[in-house]
């Protein structure tokens, strides 16, 4: 599953997140990322390793299009510019 994946999963439910859902992923960035997002802490994002997904969560958690720009994946640079407002 990538990011973009576990973006849409979190932002397409309609209910309160659980954040213990985050705790139980084995993948340290994807961990951290699924906190960052759910728990809105920036310092969850500082965590990721992968310079996207740190970014992606960054302008999400800050709602800061700014950190979009520096994301490399042309299609996750847009779908950052996309849904963060």
Same mark, same amino acid.
């Given at each position: 599953? /990538?990011?973009? $994946? !576990?973006?849409?999963?979190?932002? +397409? *439910?309609?209910?309160?997140? #659980?954040? +213990? =859902?985050?705790? +139980?992923?084995? &993948?340290?960035?994807?961990? &951290? %990322?699924?906190?960052?997002?759910?728990?809105?802490?920036?310092? #969850?994002? =500082? +965590?990721?390793?992968? @310079?996207? @997904?740190? /970014?992606?969560? !960054?302008?999400?958690?800050?709602?800061?299009?700014?950190?979009?720009? /520096?994301? @490399?994946? @042309?299609? *996750?640079? &847009? %779908?950052?510019?996309? $849904?963060?407002?």
């Amino acid at each position: 599953m /990538n990011y973009v $994946t !576990l973006l849409l999963l979190l932002l +397409s *439910t309609t209910v309160r997140a #659980n954040e +213990s =859902y985050c705790y +139980s992923i084995q &993948n340290a960035d994807k961990k &951290n %990322f699924c906190l960052g997002i759910v728990k809105s802490q920036e310092s #969850n994002c =500082y +965590s990721v390793q992968e @310079s996207d @997904s740190k /970014n992606m969560c !960054l302008a999400l958690v800050k709602r800061q299009a700014s950190y979009c720009y /520096n994301i @490399s994946a @042309s299609d *996750t640079k &847009n %779908f950052c510019l996309a $849904t963060t407002k």
